[in-house]
């Protein structure tokens, strides 16, 4: 069999994809139908994240913000009304949450509801239906968020109303000549504060710190939540040394302020991009972009600390994005390495390196790398398997996230349900579509920062 051949047992045909695709997160400990689930609605394009373990689950909902949550009743550990009690109560945003369920009397559907169920489909499953209805959802929520200007849990604007904001900013330079400058504010370490304390103290944090910025930035300044644990700050008639003035006020008078959990007291820092704005013919995606790549070095020098680069965007250094192939079938190995090599992802440089199995792989230290880490893993080698690497990654403390893609040959139930137990951010079967590939890879990547 030719390499030609190979390649296209292992993959299918790649098809174009858009880059808006819906993700949808399923929480259901029945691992049949949990693969039944993903297998269909990926049928449709959309990327699909499962979990089995309900705690994975959790933090996983607040790292990815999924656009659909579909919750069983029935869990063997806790009740899934337990579950949608706990997201309800936590976080106030408008994702819309479909309960699951084999019984389907009055109660249990009332309960749903008054839990904060969108809606409620008993079992078995009619697939199409199920699709139809997620449809709607997705779409009761892409009309929400663009009606809606204010981010729900900071009560600062979101990101849509920075559009408007932006070009008012532009007109007045065109009129005036007035330049203007923007600040991406991201929280260093956040991730580690819900770790450690809990998603409900990392809302607080963030309630706090958008508090803290709308009380101490000017009345000509205008605020923004741009998603996660990044801000932005538009300084309308302000020059480069001038927001970094304010912006370095900003970060020494946050880090002064204590948060208490438990008696236990801890501080918080965040790291920043400054850019100016001195032509009318730049975009806000530009601007962005700039301030972004200024914030990774920031982040990169230490945290804690303003950085800015007014230079064009091919001057500043990209993030970097170590991708990591572990798998015993050198076929594959040099495949997917060919073809990773080639992908191109937004910000990133991107540094490939694939590996026969799980010894050489940590023995290579390519772990202290600093940077974001994607290991795509086999899940069955003779030495060192998948899910034993994955124990060991997952199980370790390193400074950056590390996201993990298994790679099943068959629907093994035990193995998908052993890799989601360990934390495994998501699993794809063999053969599959390489866009739909590096479109997982993309949305992780840019969800989980």
Not at 12 to 34: A, F, G, N, W
Not at 73 to 90: A, R, W
Not at 321 to 329: A, E, G, N, Q, R
């Amino acid at each position: 069999m030719g390499t030609e051949d190979n390649e296209n047992s292992l993959f299918q045909k790649v098809k174009s994809r858009d880059e808006k695709i819906p993700l949808i997160q399923i929480i259901d400990d029945d691992i049949t139908m949990l693969i039944f689930l993903k297998d269909a609605l990926e049928e449709k394009g959309w990327i699909v994240i499962a979990n089995t373990s309900l705690d994975n689950a959790v933090s996983q909902y607040f790292d990815v913000n999924p656009d659909c949550v579909i919750i069983d009743v029935h869990l063997s550990k806790t009740s899934g009304f337990k579950i949608l009690e706990d997201l309800q109560n936590t976080r106030k945003m408008f994702i819309p949450k479909i309960m699951i369920s084999a019984v389907d009397d009055k109660e249990t559907r009332l309960n749903a509801f008054r839990k904060g169920a969108d809606d409620f489909i008993s079992k078995p499953i009619d697939v199409e239906e199920l699709v139809v209805r997620i449809e709607s959802h997705l779409k009761r929520k892409q009309i929400y968020e663009q009606s809606v200007l204010m981010d729900e849990l900071t009560q600062l604007y979101n990101r849509k109303f920075l559009k408007d904001v932006f070009q008012s900013n532009i007109n007045e330079l065109k009129r005036n000549d007035q330049s203007f400058s923007l600040a991406i504010l991201d929280i260093d370490h956040f991730k580690k504060i819900n770790d450690q304390f809990g998603h409900l103290v990392g809302d607080h944090v963030l309630s706090n710190f958008a508090a803290f910025l709308k009380e101490t930035t000017r009345n000509s300044d205008t605020v923004f939540r741009f998603g996660g644990e990044e801000f932005v700050i538009l300084f309308s008639n302000t020059n480069l040394s001038q927001a970094f003035e304010i912006v370095s006020r900003l970060l020494e008078e946050f880090s002064e302020k204590s948060f208490q959990v438990n008696g236990k007291n801890f501080r918080v820092t965040f790291s920043a991009g400054v850019h100016t704005i001195l032509t009318n013919g730049e975009t806000l995606e530009t601007a962005l972009d700039v301030a972004d790549q200024a914030l990774y070095k920031a982040k990169q020098s230490g945290r804690a600390r303003v950085e800015s680069n007014n230079q064009l965007v091919k001057d500043v250094p990209k993030r970097k994005l170590f991708i990591s192939v572990i798998d015993d079938d050198a076929i594959i190995r040099q495949m997917l390495e060919k073809i990773l090599q080639s992908m191109k992802i937004d910000h990133y440089e991107v540094n490939v390196q694939a590996f026969a199995n799980g010894l050489t792989f940590f023995q290579s230290n390519r772990l202290l790398e600093q940077g974001q880490h994607f290991l795509i893993l086999d899940g069955i080698m003779p030495e060192m398997d998948g899910l034993e690497i994955l124990q060991k990654v997952k199980g370790s403390h390193y400074e950056h996230n590390i996201l993990v893609l298994m790679l099943t040959g068959r629907k093994n139930q035990e193995d998908v349900a052993q890799a989601l137990k360990y934390g495994a951010d998501d699993y794809i079967t063999k053969p599959f579509n390489i866009s739909e590939l590096q479109a997982r890879m993309e949305r992780l990547i840019y969800r989980i920062k």
